[in-house]
């Protein structure tokens, strides 16, 4: 079964607002996450990654929260845009030889 | 630094013929993935490479799948015969060090099987 999982398949939001997508994960051993933004027709982007060493990571616009106790994560995005429109992954190396493993992911759609 | 490259972007054929993709990875990059992504799903891995060399390719479907990276660097993806549910976008990632790296993304080949 999955590694990690979205909580929402869809999440909608209003342009200018903040967005907060959520991931779980089952293997407590997994010390590095990864978000990836996907647009329509193109692979996976990388947007912000995370060691478990962390709580706490912040990009352009982005924050990745991971809360080891209870085994989840989010992706913040502050002030969402259009162009933030995709589906976004969490994912994480959790294979025996620490193959990235995707969730089912969130589409992100933002609203004028 | 020039991207994942892949072709071709779209192939369709019918089922029980055979087709082939390619992947260009990102200059130095030592591995090399193949997943599959079906419409409405995360990325599913089928096979990883170091190098020329395999490291798991335990959810590539060997009966009709199989891949090579000769010399290292590019890479093949063949199906033969296809069947309608290999219908999927098949993308290509390369990174510099397996899983504690993140993966860099091609667009993908979209493949319709009819």
């Known amino acids: 079964g999955e590694s990690v999982g979205l909580h929402l398949p869809t999440l909608s939001v209003q342009e200018g607002d903040n967005s907060i997508i959520n991931c779980a994960y089952s293997?407590?051993?997994?010390?590095?996450f990864i978000w990836y933004k996907q647009e329509s027709g193109k692979g996976p982007q990388f947007i912000i990654d995370?060691?478990?060493?962390?709580d706490k990571r912040q990009g352009q616009r982005v924050t990745v929260l991971l809360n080891k106790t209870v085994k989840h994560l989010s992706l913040q995005i502050a002030a969402t845009q259009p162009g933030d429109s995709a589906v976004y992954f969490c994912?994480?190396?959790?294979?025996?030889?620490?193959?990235?493993?995707f969730g089912s992911g969130t589409q992100l759609t933002v609203l004028p | 630094e020039a991207g994942v490259a892949q072709s071709p972007r779209y192939k369709i054929i019918e089922k029980r013929q055979s087709v082939a993709f390619w992947c260009n990875p990102i200059?130095?990059?030592?591995?090399l993935y193949w997943y599959q992504q079906i419409l409405g799903q995360g990325p599913k891995l089928l096979i990883q490479?170091?190098?020329?060399?395999?490291?798991?390719d335990s959810q590539l479907p060997k009966d009709r799948f199989s891949a090579e990276r000769l010399k290292g660097v590019d890479s093949t993806l063949k199906i033969q015969p296809a069947k309608l549910e290999d219908s999927a976008v098949y993308l290509c990632?390369?990174?510099?060090?397996?899983?504690?790296?993140?993966?860099?993304f091609g667009n993908g080949t979209r493949l319709t099987v009819t």
């Open positions: 990632a390369s990174s510099t060090s397996g899983g504690s790296s993140p993966l860099h």
């Open positions: 293997n407590s051993a997994s010390d590095y």
């Open positions: 995370i060691r478990s060493n962390m």
């Open positions: 994912a994480d190396p959790s294979g025996s030889a620490r193959q990235l493993t």
């Open positions: 200059s130095g990059h030592a591995t």
């Open positions: 490479f170091q190098n020329n060399g395999v490291v798991d």
